[in-house]
């Protein structure tokens, strides 16, 4: 069936490091977002990248659509980073399909 | 400021009670969307809407019903049947369903005693 799948589940960090989290997926994509839970719930958008590469700030974001996968790179981590970062998929339907999510801990 | 509203953000309700949560969106999208989100997990969907009027069941719609009579409204009723409703709801809109950009309201909790 379809699948999204992102890893590593969690990520505890030191302020200042840089990280990668990493999104697969089972099929073709027409849509892939990024997105990021603060502490309150809020979901913010991080990227909207069906394929190719976009950068904001410290944050980039690749996704590599013949390969199924997609990366969200975060440097110099800083304590605000901190949340659960989803990627988001639609494969061609008229809705998006979550993964479970990687939880990411900045430690100042 | 365009964006999506929720309220409340907060709501307690006693076992059997049906509850509404509002959202409404000024950014002129076509498709709005309910999630449910519980502790430590990702986002489900309950239900959505491409246009108005209509609308389509999620991966778990059961306990729940919804209405589009307008654009920019798009309310999620949670009914006594919903064997466990106390969880975090969030309403999302999109300016195409599924190819569009999605964007998130704040949420609202909801506590079932």
């Known amino acids: 069936g379809i699948q999204v799948e992102q890893s590593p589940p969690d990520l505890i960090l030191q302020e200042g490091a840089n990280s990668t989290l990493r999104c697969n997926f089972s099929d073709s994509v027409n849509n892939l977002q990024w997105f990021h839970q603060n502490p309150w719930g809020q979901l913010i958008n991080l990227f909207y990248i069906p394929s190719g590469t976009k950068q904001n700030g410290r944050l980039s974001a690749t996704t590599v659509a013949t390969e199924r996968y997609s990366l969200l790179y975060i440097s110099s981590s800083q304590t605000t980073d901190s949340g659960v970062y989803f990627c988001a998929v639609n494969f061609g339907n008229e809705k998006l399909t979550f993964g479970t999510g990687t939880r990411l801990t900045i430690i100042p | 400021d365009g964006g999506i509203t929720q309220s409340p953000k907060y709501l307690f309700r006693k076992e059997g009670q049906n509850v509404t949560l509002s959202c409404e969106q000024n950014?002129?999208?076509?498709?709005m969307y309910w999630y449910r989100q519980d502790p430590g997990q990702g986002l489900r969907l309950i239900y959505y809407?491409?246009?108005?009027?209509?609308?389509q069941k999620g991966d778990i719609a059961e306990g729940y019903s919804v209405s589009r009579e307008k654009k920019e409204s798009f309310p999620l009723t949670v009914t006594s049947a919903q064997k466990n409703p106390t969880a975090f709801y969030l309403c999302a809109s999109s300016l195409a369903g599924g190819t569009g950009e999605l964007f998130f309201g704040e949420g609202s909790r909801l506590t079932v005693l």
């Open positions: 809407s491409q246009i108005v009027n209509d609308f």
């Open positions: 950014l002129n999208h076509d498709a």
